[in-house]
């Protein structure tokens, strides 16, 4: 039985390399620590300061081991419950007590959470350009790299910052000011495009390749109805955050005029977010995260959950989750029998550099690596090297400067 571990020092680590991340370590008096990601795009220092001031000071002193009750200290004792903060805060002090727990024992974390139900992971690489042409020739490097699955964004004419056209092809940091950029959106030139990209891509590259889509939270229910309908005849592998989830009834109008699969939840954080998209059947894909939903011991709750209902999981993975939620989201989907998809959108060589990682890309998927923990840790001297840069995301309006859902 392994002996007590208990928690003699807590810190956060705040770096730049490229773009912000937040990372909570724990370290044990036995010698064993653990890293877990607390990064919040846009909003990092609120996460600093609720793990300094709120978690790390009742941490000091706990049993490492007992990972579900310190999960419930800090999800009840909070008392105000949920939200995007305190999940993120929590995940991870619980990515850490995972990796603290099975680095003890000397296992990798997938084998400590049930074992393997596959040796790879699929996932999907994110190909985009300014018009239908170059994002075509994008998907084709990205197939031709092994990827079997990959999101298509395009530019949309009359646009000039549509969501999930990067300058760096490979690279996508829309968090790029200290202030949020402003930029416009119309609904009808993006529903006239959307469906004459995937036709394109279609007739170029057949039946085969999985194509996936972010609405990215745009339109009504009504034109994410239309939208989905239009795609039908191209095969999606799913249409992401049609639109916005607070509302779950809204789904009901989508899922009434299409088959078009359905994913949403990048932006959940507990299992209330997600409970009636899935029990109405209303979604197809979960794209919850370790990092979003409070670590791992909440997300294989909601997976659990959603099992019951044939939803499987689709984590978001985009760059501002940094490489130990990578290393988490992994062994997760390793173990996860309901798993579906994994985003993959790759990290610098800088950020690499500053969280050593086990897994590794091959042939269209990736591989945890069979280090103990969950594999990834944070090299501290190199993450001072990148110091913390304000950056926000930006925002959206309607041509006629209305609010919208960036
Ligand atoms: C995705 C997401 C990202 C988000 C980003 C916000 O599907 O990968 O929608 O592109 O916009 O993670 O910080
Ligand atoms: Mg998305």
Redesign the pocket.
Known sequence: MLPPLRIRAARVIVTSPGRNFVTLKIETDQGVHGVGDATL??REKAVVAYLEDHVIPVLIGRDARNIEDIWQYLYRGAYWRRGPVTMRAIAAVDMALWDIKAKALGVPLYDLLGGASRDRVRVYG?ANGADIAETSDEVARYLEAGYTAV?AQTGVPGLAKP??VSKDKDF?E??EASLPVETVWSTPAYLRQAPALFEALRVRFGAEPLLLH?V?HRLTPQEAARLGKSLEPFDLFWM??PTPAENPEAFRLIRAHTTTPLAVG?VFNSIWDAKDLIANQLIDYL?ATVLGCGGITHLRRIADFASLWQVRTGC???T??SPITMACALHFDRWVPNFGIQ?Y?RHTAETDAVFPHAYHFEAGALFTGEAIGHGADIDEALAAKYPYEPRQ?PIARLEDGTMWNW
């Open positions: 795009n846009g994110h999101r969501y999930g996508y829309p968090a972010d990215h992401e955050d990048e794209r978001h993975g985009a501002d989750l985003e959108m995301l």
